[in-house]
């Protein structure tokens, strides 16, 4: 008898997905190039001389990020999944499904940083649905579809990644971790720490993106695969890039840049931080003459970054070097900010 369990908060883990998922997806179509898989944020359609990349995500909104920057973090988490992709994100398909208890200045209020964000980076919205419904509450009030278009020569995928090649880091860990609570309690920062350094915190906030990320990524045709390293943060991610690519990795962890602010919030709420969800935080693996070139082109951009590692054979496993010694990965299965921010409601 299979006892697998859902988890209570949080992603359902991959064994889950191997189970029950993976094995029924419909029709095959000679058309898809990249279908669901682990550690792979996007899809892939063929459709004439064209590549489509599109990802499906929630559309989140905190009302007490306030309205506007509560968009901001909804329309970069679903473009990002998109941008990942090596295509240019080009269009957005919103389905809100409101709380009857959102007001229409709100509303306004949402759909114009959605609007400003989308004109930024040159996206249309191309349909939707619009509505309010019993039963529907903050911070799921719907999903959307953001579709990236290109040829399938800027295609970015794990079939592209070769031994040897580097495994860059953006920001670091922690981002999305110490953006959200940060904002979410203030009160608990300042206790903590102090004024200054919950205004800090909340300043990770706007990191919480890799849309610039994969706009300098883009640029450099060494570039195999990107992914954003969100649930159970860069250990996560990492794990989830090489699982889907079938290859192995040695990160030397002394290598991993740690914001301080981030490390000082880690080591205040007593959480680890490479296991922490991190919105923003772009993993590249990219070919080993172009890894210093593309970490300069980061700097140039004001986006802090560094080579953390090399891509090995697939029966290396995932080592982690720290302090000269080597231990082989494993999923952290449960990412520590949803219990923090259970925990921190209730003190």
């Not at 949402?110 to 529907?136: L, N, P």
């Not at 020569?153 to 079939?159: A, F």
């Not at 290859?247 to 490390?263: A, K, N, S, T």
């Amino acid at each position: 008898m299979n006892t697998e369990k859902l988890p209570e908060l949080g992603k359902v883990h991959p064994d889950f997905f191997d189970r029950v998922i993976y094995p029924r997806l419909g029709v095959e179509d000679k058309n898809i190039v990249i279908g669901p898989r682990h550690g792979v944020d996007y899809g892939v359609l063929r459709v004439g001389g064209q590549c489509l990349a599109l990802s499906t995500d929630p559309f989140f909104i905190v009302p007490a990020f306030g309205f506007a920057r509560a968009a901001w973090f909804a329309f970069h988490i679903i473009m990002s999944d998109v941008a990942v992709s090596g295509l240019k994100p080009k269009y957005l398909a919103v389905d809100l499904n409101l709380p009857p208890e959102m007001t229409e200045a709100q509303m306004e209020e949402m759909w114009q940083a959605v609007d400003a964000e989308a004109k930024k980076y040159d996206i249309s919205v191309v349909t939707g649905h619009t509505a309010r419904y019993a039963g529907c509450n903050y911070p799921m009030v719907g999903g959307a579809t953001a579709i990236a278009v290109g040829p399938e020569r800027d295609l970015r995928g794990p079939h592209k990644v070769k031994v040897g090649d580097r495994v860059v880091i953006t920001k670091g860990p922690a981002i999305e971790t110490t953006g959200l609570l940060a904002v979410l309690f203030p009160d608990k920062f300042v206790a903590a720490g102090g004024e200054a350094f919950q205004k800090g915190a909340a300043e990770a906030f706007s990191q919480m993106s890799v849309m610039d990320d994969c706009a300098v990524a883009r640029r450099f045709p060494g570039v195999r695969v990107m992914h954003d390293a969100t649930e159970c943060g860069v250990w996560g991610g990492l794990y989830e890039m090489a699982r889907a690519g079938g290859y192995g990795l040695r990160i030397e962890q002394e290598l991993i840049p740690v914001q301080p602010v981030i490390e000082k919030t880690a080591g205040l709420f007593a959480f680890d931080p490479f296991a922490a969800i991190s919105e923003g935080t772009l993993l590249v693996i990219v070919a080993k003459d172009e890894a210093d070139r593309l970490v300069g082109a980061f700097g140039g951009n004001n986006i802090l970054s560094s080579v953390i590692g090399e891509v090995t054979a697939g029966n290396e496993g995932i080592v982690i070097v720290k302090d000269g010694k080597g231990t082989v990965l494993e999923h952290p299965r449960v990412d520590p900010y949803w219990a923090l921010v259970e925990r921190l409601s209730k003190e």
